[in-house]
DNA sequence: TTGGGCACTTACCAAAAGGTGCATACTTGT
DNA sequence: ACAAGTATGCACCTTTTGGTAAGTGCCCAA
């Protein structure tokens, strides 16, 4: 697939889309993104590939610190779907006390380094975005705003 | 406490993180990712953005029509939050019958331009996704699975 | 003996998110 | 006249999601 937006014939007037067309309608899928966003939907679930991706195997404590304000049955719950779903393994050690980690497969590996961009463009907007949240907050508190 | 996995001298034995590390612990959030999904937290969010980006400016009928399942109440809470946060501009064009459209600002645009990776990663691997969700569907349906 | 950590599990709940259906004001097509 | 399309708003309700708090079995340290 030749990845150049030179279009023969078409229009040279329109707004000329920097993001490549994405192939609509895959079978069941509305497009690959929305594939993806199945398996990745979860509050935590992207953060956890994040964070496996960069640490390596992490055991689940760590995994549980490093996921700041995640409840156990939450992290757990995720995790068990991301296994699933064959993007992370859990390793048991069968020791005891317990030991357990968790590390990503090639599948979950090749979903993270999807995510470096994701991650970039927050780091690069943290000013943009913790803004907006600030104004969020103010109206976001049991109220609706009282005039547009 | 020293776990013996994460020692900066000794292991060289690590799977080498392919991933670069990101930023943690930015001013309000665990890391870049965790403010971008703040953003993009929202069913249909990243599809709306990824739709625009490739078709330029869009009548609501049409987003409507292409982000296929969303209820009219959804999508434009959604679209009022993308606007309220700077992704996506809203033109009214006081006609009757009402004609609107809404396209992507600059950080919008970015923001999609981010999540290309994500798309192409589920255009790659529909197969192994829908054969998750094909599994999932046979015990998601109102019961927990009987034996393990 | 008490307390804590480990990696979970379960029951119960609150909140968020999303969906349905009806309404609007006006136009166009049949 | 009537249905349909346009871009929303609103009330109401269900589903989904996530959180809390407690408990489990085992070991180690104080």
Redesign the pocket.
């Known amino acids: 697939m030749s990845l150049d937006d030179s279009d023969p014939i078409s229009s040279p007037l329109q707004p000329a889309p920097a993001v490549q067309s994405c192939t609509r309608n895959l079978p069941g899928f509305t497009c690959g993104l929305d594939a993806t966003l199945r398996v990745i939907?979860?509050?935590?679930k992207p953060l956890i590939l994040y964070f496996l991706a960069q640490d390596g195997p992490t055991?689940?404590?760590e995994l549980r610190r490093a996921v700041r304000?995640?409840?156990?049955?939450?992290l757990?719950?995720?995790l068990?779907e991301l296994e699933a779903d064959g993007l992370v393994k859990?390793t048991?050690y069968k020791e005891?006390?317990?030991?357990?980690d968790y590390s990503l497969t090639p599948l979950g590996q090749s979903l993270a380094e999807a995510l470096v961009p994701l991650c970039s463009w927050g780091t690069e907007h943290v000013a943009e975005v913790s803004q907006v949240f600030a104004e969020r907050a103010t109206w976001t508190r049991r109220g609706r705003q009282p005039t547009g």
């Open positions: 939907a979860g509050k935590w055991r689940y404590g304000d995640v409840s156990d049955k939450v757990i719950q995720q068990k859990r048991d005891v006390p317990p030991r357990v």
